[in-house]
T-cell receptor, first 120, second 113 residues
Framework: GAGVSQTPSNKVTEKGKYVELRCDPI?????LYWYRQSLGQGPEFLIY????????DSGLPNDRFFAVRPEGSVSTLKIQRTERGDSAVYLC??????????????????FGPGTRLTVL | QKEVEQDPGPLSVPEGAIVSLNCTYS??????FMWYRQYSRKGPELLMY????GNKEDGRFTAQVDKSSKYISLFIRDSQPSDSATYLC?????????????FGSGTRLQVQP
């Protein structure tokens, strides 16, 4: 079946502009995550949704970043007043949320290809 | 200091070599340990996960976790040029509740034909 998709694949914007990045998770996955990956670094957690609600937004760097998931499926990451330091690849992942015995089952996070954001 | 430390490489080996990749971590709450592979301009894909300490084998890949030393390893046997990618270790405290993964910075591997 279809994996996690993200649009656009590339986004170039100017400093101070507003951008929206979209994530379509795997159908049926209740959990959705946003990560940010800077050049030469591993992904860093931004926010996690369980259904429609943000269960953990402790990774958002400041109040310019906001994310929504109004119907529990598609999510949009919104960045206001973009800065050059926001340039990175923004990754989305989704997973099931099954309860199971630790070690016997694992809710794998499936990643999308990312949106490469460049702020000039 | 980062919670998860990983040598960035690059690591260059000849085809057929055994590759050893590793990470150290500081958070004793981590219980799940994952290895992801990431090709250029692609998202990470899960190779293996291990719960708590121990070894796990899957084909040419073996993952080891030593919680007492806070050290994890991934071994790749009979390495192939198609294994050339960045390998990311990742960890989490649980599979329920807060599911965010904490990643290492990744090790870039090049397998020479």
């Amino acid at each position: 079946g279809a994996g996690v998709s993200q649009t656009p694949s590339n986004k170039v914007t100017e400093k101070g502009k507003y951008v929206e990045l979209r994530c379509d998770p795997i159908s049926g996955h209740t959990a959705l995550y946003w990560y940010r990956q800077s050049l030469g670094q591993g992904p860093e957690f931004l926010i996690y949704f369980q259904g429609t609600g943000a269960a953990d937004d402790s990774g958002l760097p400041n109040d310019r970043f906001f994310a929504v998931r109004p119907e529990g499926s598609v999510s949009t990451l919104k960045i206001q007043r973009t800065e050059r330091g926001d340039s990175a690849v923004y990754l989305c992942a989704s997973s099931l949320s099954r309860q199971g015995n630790p070690g016997l089952s694992y809710n794998e996070q499936f990643f999308g290809p990312g949106t490469r954001l460049t702020v000039l | 200091q980062k919670e998860v430390e990983q040598d960035p490489g690059p690591l260059s080996v000849p085809e057929g070599a055994i590759v050893s990749l590793n990470c150290t971590y500081s958070n004793s709450a981590f219980q799940y340990f994952m290895w992801y592979r990431q090709y250029s301009r692609k998202g990470p894909e899960l190779l293996m996960y291990t719960y708590s300490s121990g070894n796990k084998e899957d084909g040419r890949f073996t993952a080891q976790v030593d919680k007492s030393s806070k050290y994890i390893s991934l071994f790749i046997r009979d390495s192939q040029p198609s294994d050339s990618a960045t390998y990311l270790c990742a960890m989490s405290a649980s599979d329920t509740g807060r599911r965010a993964l904490t990643f290492g910075s990744g090790t870039r591997l090049q397998v020479q034909p």
